[in-house]
């Protein structure tokens, strides 16, 4: 099946500084990546979508400047948090989608546990 | 438009019984409605999906009803497995478009031994 790979699984940061997380899918191309966070006990909030070689397209009241998306590849998708503050503290999930003919399933990555102190 | 309203929002059954989970959407546009259940501390992992053109569809104890008409889909789980304690999510998409996924709130199911 199609795997996707987050690293790390957990960060622990000081308020201020800048984490990045990347995604991977490992088994298939993937044109178009998702950027989620969730908070506990809640459903995924979609941040943005990123599709390789362009500008990420990111939902609203999401702030670009502060989560920056590179898809430089079709396996590799990263999301930067630029100064990191506690309220930046959730689950970072991302999802891939096969870019294979017909292919529009999302695989999810397993999180990256973000913590600001 | 873009919601997806799922219920129960916690659902506790014994072991053996069956789980139902109910989605209900508002866009005619959908027409990929996938199913993930997810693991504290994991990511969501997909474990069934139909589209609008079937009105059910099983995988091994898992089958998803679809009522195009009514505008809803659910899940049953039969013969409910403690393993199978984990929250639930229902979420919609337009194929072919931007292919996001539109989440309902998610239901955390507790199976007792």
């Known amino acids: 099946g199609a795997v996707v790979s987050q690293h790390p699984s957990r960060v622990i940061c000081k308020s201020g500084t800048s984490v990045k997380i990347e995604c991977r899918s490992l088994d298939f191309q993937a044109t178009t990546m998702f950027w989620y966070r969730q908070f506990p006990k809640q459903s995924l909030m979609l941040m943005a979508t990123s599709n390789e070689g362009s500008k990420a397209t990111y939902e609203q009241g999401v702030e670009k400047d502060k989560f920056l998306i590179n898809h430089a590849s079709l396996t590799l998708s990263t999301l930067t948090v630029t100064s990191a503050h506690p309220e930046d503290s959730s689950f970072y999930i991302c999802s891939a989608r096969d870019a294979g003919p017909g292919g529009h399933e999302q695989f999810f990555g397993p999180g990256t546990r973000l913590t600001v102190l | 438009q873009q919601q997806v309203k799922q219920s129960p929002q916690s659902l506790i059954v014994q072991k053996g019984g069956i789980s139902i989970i109910n989605c209900a959407y508002e866009n005619t546009a959908f027409d990929y409605f996938p199913w993930y259940q997810q693991f504290p501390g994991k990511g969501p992992a997909l474990l069934i999906a139909?589209?609008?053109?079937?009105s059910e569809k099983k995988e091994g104890r898992f089958t998803i009803s679809f009522n195009k008409s009514a505008k809803q889909f659910s899940l049953h789980i039969m013969d409910s497995q403690p393993g199978d304690s984990a929250t639930y999510f229902c979420a919609a998409s337009i194929r072919g478009g931007s292919e996001k996924l539109v989440f309902g709130k998610g239901t955390k199911l507790t199976v007792n031994p």
């Open positions: 139909i589209r609008p053109d079937v």
